[in-house]
């Protein structure tokens, strides 16, 4: 059974068709880029420098066409989503950006953040692994339901999670792209005693 690769219970939940577009909607409005703040549960590590510059060039262009989702934290807005286009705002020299302030708990937070990155294409392997141990030790989440939620079968999930149990040296190489998820599973098997 081939599962749909959509964002689950991620953006949609937060985000209606009408949401991402209008910013006369209830909650959304211009916010100033140094009023925002990058959420610290966010899974990915790295950020592609030649793919950040480019989106600042788009944005320099065109400006941000999809308002970022924060919620509001002790006077400033904490991003759930939508890091990449705030860090290529600035790199674009913006001084506001359009934001949607959702009303969401720690929680809600942390698995919003890995779903939604977890559906992008480019998330590095480790790093996904890395969400998917977050969601099952941090949600208490069965594999089973991590997988419904991110639209993976249950055995993608947890071939993911076995990454975990790399030595260190094997996960920085995994996580810098010196080392493929092909070659990382087979030094599972290696280091694998059964």
Not at 15 to 29: A, K, R, T, V
Not at 63 to 77: I, K, M, S, T
Not at 136 to 153: I, K
Not at 161 to 188: E, F, V, W
Request: net charge negative; glycine share 8%.
């Amino acid at each position: 059974m081939k599962l749909k690769r959509g964002l689950g219970k991620g953006l949609g939940a937060l985000l209606s068709p009408e949401d991402i577009y209008d910013l006369e909607s209830p909650g959304s409005f211009l916010c100033p880029i140094e009023k925002i703040r990058p959420n610290p549960d966010q899974p990915r590590r790295r950020m592609d420098h030649d793919s950040l510059e480019g989106l600042a060039g788009s944005i320099r262009e065109k400006g941000v066409l999809q308002p970022l989702v924060v919620r509001e934290v002790d006077g400033v807005y904490e991003l759930i989503v939508g890091e990449r286009r705030w860090r290529a705002a600035q790199k674009a020299g913006l001084k506001a950006v359009p934001v949607v302030i959702k009303d969401v708990s720690p929680d809600e937070l942390l698995e919003l953040a890995l779903v939604e990155n977890i559906q992008r294409d480019d998330l590095n392997p480790l790093e996904e692994a890395m969400a998917y141990g977050r969601l099952v030790n941090e949600m208490g989440l069965t594999q089973s339901q991590v997988a419904s939620r991110v639209g993976r079968e249950r055995s993608t999930v947890a071939n993911f999670l076995r990454l975990l149990n790399l030595p260190d040296y094997a996960q920085t190489d995994l996580l810098d792209g010196r080392l493929g998820m092909g070659h990382a599973r087979a030094l599972l098997m290696l280091e694998d005693p059964e």
